[in-house]
């Protein structure tokens, strides 16, 4: 770890500033994931600017009839909120399904969202990672691929978005609210929020350097059958091998998202219009492109089974 | 004392203490932040700075030039050592690479520098300045590319004979002609020890005397080891280690922090504390090596096996042992005819030693698969399938009996309780909604090994009887069963025994290793206390065959005098050792068990959970029920991370282990574990010491991972032989029935 000046932001405009302001500085909310790859000098911010003061921790109707959640809310409140529960489960059930008990309380929606890769590569720095040092090679490929992306990628680099709760945000059509360093708001959908590598796997996501997530917006609810599904290699507390975010209609239309498989919660428009078709119609069509290693190609299969596993809950016999 | 002769009765027989479920003596000073560990040993040395070290980079090749003035001159840093100015080294007995680098690189994260600072963080951040110039060798890092050129491996300590294979009978003929064989191969993964504390130890020297406080295993190897390496003088040299956070064998052997905060304090002239991060505790340690095992079986039949062969192929750095995945084929099943060997080649990966039962914990995963296999080939319960190749006496030396055998009653009384009649013998065919259901036995046999151990007990003046023994509790219960022993021949209660352990100032004992600990260090506490016992008698002038010792006091004919009045004139000191004899060649000394496992296996995805385990043990005397169910479920828990996710995945390119921390190395969490059910046979081996008690940490987990593995088969009718079993690993063949109409059936219903 570096050392780092550290100041408690007053304001939002007031944080984006201080941000933009000094080169190398960065946000911190709860530290879960940004304080660990400090300490293993992954990440050497030379300026901290702690949003905790903010008051961006509530969660509040919007005027069309959806919710407004705060970018310091807990996952822990997120997910427990009664609202969510009834009108977005498939988010409640993707937090639950992420991290543990202590590390939601700590983990919030923007920092959530904000969450690096689990490349073990990443992880080493003594490993060469495009993403970590651009134009240092990726070690991933051609290396130990098991966990990484089989979709999206680039020549560049494999790696996987790992969260959970963003790939629910991705089939709830969220949107991301932000404020710049200018004090000017834009919302940023959640579809163009992730970036894909590219020639570039570390420029991440839509962010302006300096921009501050204020909120993320959920649009009215649209009924369905919420599901939500992680398989891993553990029962808990392990990034996902795959999972599935879906809310399915009465008549088997429907909406559904993939994590673990790519640089970004992982969904298309033609293969939502496949779900009624079922499972394997779905996967050929979210995963026509995909160019998965020899490690990792089980992943497409899994994500089929996985899927026709979520359309066999949310419409039992 | 030696114990040569089988042991008649005594005063352990009494069983009053030993044998009965006490609480961890220690436990209420772990659970209260009263047992401190080697980290937070701030009190005993003033005025601690903090070391931080650094791995290598590389894992095959040398140090061309290593620049440490920026490391040197950040702020607080007090020293920076390398190999250039560390002095001369030596090398540790028990160690097969060095312990710190330079020039010459062994391993990924072997260390290269220590930099000592008035912070942890300030070492940390000084040690990202040090600039190393490597300079890559070529090395070999893949076993299975290895593998076939890898010669023999001899047990025989004559390096200057050729190695031979392990040959009874003819097994070639015995195969060929067998009506029913098996011919398979297993491979199991390089495992890490995972161990919750890491290594750390706090170094002190006070002129040319050394004092460390650790976390070792083994304080006599320890002390060996370290004082040969910094080339000093034992007497120089105190180890100490009371509370060790874990080991499973991590622990054996002097490691890189012990030295890096000696050479550390030294250069720094104050004490220094150190502890390995988590993402260096892989590659900086040693594991549980990989292997690939080949074994053949033949058999009639009626199901008597005529051959058995096990091949085990494993790697290690040049030196280095091979993983001994044979040991227990040579003595589990009766077969006249057998073909056992162990194959070696040099790798370049970290050093591989020891882990909780080496040798047959990884056999066993292979074994008991291929007996599953087998039994199915034959027609045959794999339960009756192993009843039926007992033997009572050493398969390659007829007539050298089992001292005591209970595999039979082990599998019979498991199959009862555990509902095994209920088994569907087809695989692939019994469901509970989307699960696929399985059960999987498998033997577990695991040697009893007794060492040298002594003890010194004292009656002081309070009636306090007190143990110093440089034996360790690694979180086994040790501290518990000595209590217990010292308790039971002094005739005092739990109450009255102070147990202290962990210091080279103590006699030195078997220390915690393969599955040896408590047997012999509890026969170590025996044989001193029967010295006491005899002084005291002494003492008071009786005869010490007469005397006996009850509650508190010291009986002999119509005389009663309390132990307190035997130290009047002041306490009494015995110390002995405890020597073994001949007995452990006259008679096979074996812990036996059987495990039953039921998994579900998700028809859609593939995952595995267990849902139900039981294991039935008989591994002599029980000293305490409840820290032995405690090692048991343990290793059970540890069994299931071998079956079904434990792996240290290796890049063969840069020749280092890619997951080196606990997110990317899974074990087993709490959901994992589901109901656990232990039961001990009611045993008492007077053959192999005055317990008459034999090992069990290691027992416990030695064939979990195969029953698992069976208990997969039965479920999905998918043979995995490769651990561990990820549902990659049989997503795709997962039976077509369930495929074809569950999930077509599920598509259409959505239409
Ligand atoms: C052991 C472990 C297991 C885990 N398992 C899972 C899992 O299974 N599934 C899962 O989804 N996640 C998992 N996580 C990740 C966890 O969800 C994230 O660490 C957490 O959500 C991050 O939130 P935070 O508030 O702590 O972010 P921080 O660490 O504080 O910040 C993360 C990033 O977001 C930026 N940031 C924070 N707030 C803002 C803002 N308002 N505007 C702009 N940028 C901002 C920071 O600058 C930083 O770059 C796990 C983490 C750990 C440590
Ligand atoms: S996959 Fe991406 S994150 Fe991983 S090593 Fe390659 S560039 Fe780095």
Known sequence: MKAFTYERAKSPAAAAAAVAGQPGAKFLAGGTNLLDLMKLQIETPTHLVDVQDLKLDRIEPTADGGLRVGAFVSNTALAADARVRRDYAVLTRAIVAGASGQLRNKATTAGNLLQRTRCPYFYDTNQPCNKRRPGSGCAALGGYSRQLAVIGTSDACIATYPGDMAVALRVLDAGVETIDAHGAARTILLAEFHHSPGDTPHLETAL??????????????????????????????????????????????GRVAFGGVAPKPWRSDAADAALPEGATAVTARAFADARPTADNKFKIALATRTLAATIAQARPA | MKFDTPAGINPIDRMKVVGVAHDRVDGKFKTTGMAPYAYERHDVAPGQL?????????????????????????????AVVTYANAGKLGKGSKNTANLLAGPEIEHYHQAVAIVVADTFEAARSAAALIDVDYVRGTGHFDLAAAAPTAPLHSEDKDKSKPAVLDRVGDFEAAFAAAPVTLDATYTTPDEAH????????????????????????????????????????????RVNSPFIGGGFGGKLFLRADAVMAALGAKAAGRPVKVAMTRPMMFNNSTHRPATIQRIRLGATRGGKLTSISHISTSGNLPDGSPETATAQTKLLYAAPNRLIGTRLAVLDLPEGNAMRAPGEASGLMALEIAMDEMAEKLGMDPVEFRIVNDTQEDPEKPGRLFSQRQLIRCLRDGAARFDWSARNPRPGNTRDGDQLIGLGVATAFRNNLNVTSGARVRLGHDGVVTVETDMTDIGTGSYTIIAQTAAEMMGVPLDRVVVRLGDSSFPVSAGSGGQFGAGSSTSGVYAACVKLREAIAQNLGVNSADAVFEDGHVRSGNRRVA????????????????????????????TFGA???????????????????????????????????????GAMTMGVGGA?????????????????????????VHADIPHQEVIFLDEADDKVSPMKAKGIGELGLCGVAAAVANAVYNATGVRVRDYPITLDKHLEKLPALIQALTIRNVCEKAK
């Open chain 1, 208 to 253: 302006a350097p300096g921009e501050l997530i204020t909120a993320v917006t959920l649009p009215p609810p649209v009924g369905g059958h919420h599901v939500y599904r992680k398989v891993r290699d553990r029962a808990s507390y392990a990034f996902a091998l795959v999972s599935v975010a879906a809310i399915i209609q009465p008549d088997g239309s």
């Open chain 2, 50 to 78: 903090y070391g931080f070290i650094l791995g290598s980079a590389i894992a095959k090749g040398h140090i061309a030039a290593i620049h440490t003035t920026h490391a040197e001159s950040a702020p607080g840093v007090r």
């Open chain 2, 194 to 237: 995972a161990m919750m504390e890491p290594f750390a130890t706090v170094a002190s020297w006070s002129g040319d005397k050394l004092t460390v406080w650790t976390s070792n295993q083994m304080i006599a190897w320890a002390h060996d080891d370290l004082a040969q390496t910094l080339g000093i003088a034992k007497e120089n040299l």
């Open chain 2, 563 to 590: 132990l307190a009045d035997a130290v009047r004139g002041g306490e009494i000191v015995a110390e002995d050792t405890m020597h073994w004899g001949d007995l452990d060649k006259e008679y096979q000394q074996s």
């Open chain 2, 595 to 633: 495990h039953f496992v039921e998994v579900a296996v998700d028809a859609f995805t593939g995952e595995i959970r267990v849902r139900r385990m039981l294991a039935v043990c008989a591994a002599g005397r029980v000293l305490n029920p409840k820290t032995a169910r405690s090692q048991v479920i």
């Open chain 2, 644 to 668: 079904l996710m434990e792996e240290l995945a290796v890049d063969t390119r840069f020749g280092f282990f890619v997951n080196h921390d606990l997110a990317g190395y899974e074990v087993p």
